[in-house]
């Protein structure tokens, strides 16, 4: 059973940075793709990045492109995803999830999720 823990999340002000982790137990990271989704209240959950363990391919959505940067660590087995430049429309719960197999950007593909760490960006 994989099991996944975020960590990192905060209020900060816009153009700041903040770097999410997300910790797996239970399996190595090298036999998942990890994906970091975000959800706003009265909103759908939006793929953020995925990176893929062993190949380290990645895959941003268009918000993230040229300010966010997914990485893993495998000593650690864990997944950052660094964000620079927040905005306030950054602001949101952020989630990891994880599926064996390649990256996919929909949520309902991913089978373990962890419980969200909040991002608040004030402007």
């Known amino acids: 059973q994989v099991q996944l823990v975020e960590s990192g999340g905060g209020l900060v002000q816009a153009g700041d940075s903040l770097r999410l982790s997300c910790t797996l137990s239970?399996?190595?990271?090298?036999?998942?793709?990890v994906g970091w989704f975000r959800q706003d209240p009265g909103k759908e959950r939006e793929f953020v990045a995925a990176i893929r363990g062993f190949t380290g391919s990645t895959w941003y959505a268009d918000s993230a492109k040229g300010r966010f940067t997914i990485s893993e660590d495998n000593a650690a087995n864990t997944v950052q995803l660094q964000m620079n430049s927040l905005e306030p429309e950054d602001t949101a719960a952020y989630y990891c999830?994880?599926?064996?197999?390649?990256?996919?950007?929909?949520?309902?593909?991913?089978?373990?999720w962890g419980r969200g760490t909040q991002v608040t960006v004030s402007s």
């Open positions: 999830a994880a599926r064996e197999g390649v990256i996919t950007t929909v949520d309902t593909t991913y089978d373990y």
């Open positions: 239970g399996r190595t990271f090298r036999s998942y793709a």
